[in-house]
């Protein structure tokens, strides 16, 4: 299994960017993928998960009505708009379970990430 996330960068507040994740190695059709995220000093986050089975989305309080998650083929998508320089992190594509009011990663498994920074 391998998923190889992309497309982070520097931008300013207000501004947007779109994450990749591409996966290979495993019938990715049979899995929750979403994308969680680390800021420096803080724990992993789930940020959204979209369940392929039925095309259902989940995200984060914090990031709701400005993040999108999708999927085409093998490759996830995470549209962030309006950024805010709290959603400054390292973006990680892994396995997902919406659980409650979160989203949690159900396998310890993580590449190396894409780094996003939004300034003032």
């Known amino acids: 299994v391998q998923l190889v996330e992309s497309g982070g960068g520097l931008v300013q507040a207000g501004g947007s960017l779109r994450l990749s994740c591409a996966a290979s190695?495993?019938?990715?059709?049979?899995?929750?993928i979403g994308w969680f995220r680390q800021a420096p000093g803080k724990e992993r986050e789930g940020v959204s998960c979209?369940?392929?089975?039925?095309?259902s989305t989940h995200y984060a309080d914090s990031v709701k009505g400005r993040f999108t998650i999708s999927k085409a083929k093998n490759t996830v998508y995470l549209q962030m708009n309006s950024l805010k320089p709290e959603d400054t992190a390292v973006y990680y594509c892994?396995?997902?379970?919406?659980?409650?009011?979160?989203?949690?990663?159900?396998?310890?498994?993580w590449g190396q990430g894409t780094q996003v920074t939004v300034s003032l």
């Open positions: 979209i369940i392929s089975r039925d095309g």
């Open positions: 892994a396995a997902c379970v919406p659980y409650g009011l979160t989203i949690i990663a159900p396998l310890d498994d």
């Open positions: 190695g495993f019938i990715f059709d049979a899995y929750a």
